[in-house]
């Protein structure tokens, strides 16, 4: 069982920054892949961002290519969306999630485990 809790939501302007991190539980987080997703009002859940279990391998949307970058830390379980030159398009739920293998997927019904979520509010 893993446990998500994500941080680091926000209001900001259009062109700004903003960190989330996604702190798991369980000592099986580092044979994890971990992915980030959004929804925004009545809209699909979307894939962000992914990683592999050992951050060798990293995937993105093509709408956040260039200006997000997932990262982790396994020594601290969690994961990390680094967010620039945010649009507000972005505005969203942001929700992190643990899939049961070690390679990333585009796909939420792949992941098993899913944080409550955070909002990004981005302002034009």
């Known amino acids: 069982q893993v446990q998500l809790v994500e941080s680091g939501g926000g209001l900001v302007q259009a062109g700004g920054s903003l960190r989330l991190s996604c702190a798991a539980s369980g000592r099986t987080f580092s044979s994890k892949a971990m992915g980030w997703f959004r929804q925004a009002p009545g809209k699909e859940r979307d894939f962000v961002a992914g990683?592999?279990?050992?951050?060798?391998?990293?995937g993105y949307a093509d709408s956040v290519k260039g200006r997000f970058t997932i990262s982790r830390d396994n020594a601290k379980n969690t994961v990390y969306l680094q967010m620039n030159s945010l649009k507000p398009e972005d505005t969203a739920v942001y929700y992190c999630?643990?899939?049961?293998?070690?390679?990333?997927?585009?796909?939420?019904?792949?992941?098993?485990?899913w944080g409550q979520g955070t909002q990004v509010t981005v302002s034009s």
């Open positions: 990683i592999s279990w050992n951050g060798g391998t990293t």
């Open positions: 999630a643990a899939r049961g293998g070690g390679s990333y997927s585009s796909g939420s019904y792949e992941y098993l485990y």
